[in-house]
């Protein structure tokens, strides 16, 4: 199993502004994944983040937008970049592991006024 | 590329009702399948999954699903809904039955139940 901690846990930003996410894990994993769940909208995914090597990209997000760090197994980050309020949204970290189970952070949640 | 179908969006029931959310995918090879409930102001959590053997699998909180192979489903079902299950439930599907990949959602369907 694996236990996922976030920060900040939510808040208000300013459009123009970045905001960095922290998700941290309780075990080392391989991969990492950064999900957006937009206001009354499903899942969808932003990135995978492998330690080690660059973060691949989902069509329609890109690197300069939504950076990632992956430094090691057990922590990762995604900034939000130059934030406008199409960004306000929930952002979720999540790990797989080898028990096939997906785990999920209690997200971030954005405002961007 | 892969998709996951919730043909509810919203139901609407009242306690003690029966409950069934459709899900659907579109993939041909080995799929594990999770569904996910998401109470108000909570994170995500695991309602039930299934990765292998019995097409039929029981979660937590008296829900169970059935994974149909030929019909590319595996719907939701709880015999008798209580007002605590409302929430948004949602599919999801990693493709390739690979140990480590991501998932793919459906929509979401929201759940309100009626004391």
């Known amino acids: 199993s694996a236990v996922i901690s976030q920060k900040p846990s939510r808040d208000i930003c300013q459009r123009g502004t970045s905001l960095t996410i922290q998700c941290q894990v309780d075990?080392?994993?391989?991969?990492m994944f950064w999900y957006r769940q937009q206001p009354g909208q499903s899942l969808t995914l932003i990135a995978t983040?492998?330690?080690?090597?660059?973060?691949?990209?989902e069509s329609g997000f890109v690197i300069d937008k939504f950076p990632i760090s992956r430094p090691n197994l057990t922590f990762s980050t995604l900034t939000v970049s130059n934030m406008s309020p199409e960004d306000s949204s929930i952002y979720l970290c999540?790990?797989?592991?080898?028990?096939?189970?997906?785990?999920f952070g209690p997200g971030t949640r954005l405002t961007v006024t | 590329a892969q998709s996951v179908s919730q043909h509810n969006h919203h139901v609407i029931l009242s306690e003690a009702a029966s409950l069934e959310l459709g899900c659907n995918y579109s993939?041909?090879?080995?799929?594990?399948l999770f569904w996910y409930v998401q109470y108000p102001g909570q994170h995500l959590q695991l309602l039930l999954k299934?990765?292998?053997?019995?097409?039929l699998v029981k979660g937590i909180k008296g829900f169970e699903a059935e994974f149909i192979k030929s019909k590319f489903s595996f719907n939701l079902r709880k015999p008798s809904v209580q007002w605590s299950d409302t929430a948004e439930y949602f599919c999801?599907?990693?493709?390739?039955?690979?140990?480590?990949?991501?998932?793919?959602f459906g929509r979401g369907t929201q759940l309100t139940v009626w004391p």
């Open positions: 999540s790990v797989g592991t080898t028990d096939k189970d997906k785990y």
């Open positions: 299934y990765f292998s053997g019995d097409p």
């Open positions: 075990s080392q994993v391989t991969m």
């Open positions: 999801a599907v990693n493709a390739g039955g690979s140990t480590l990949g991501r998932l793919y």
């Open positions: 993939y041909g090879g080995t799929v594990n």
């Open positions: 983040a492998n330690q080690g090597s660059e973060a691949t990209y």
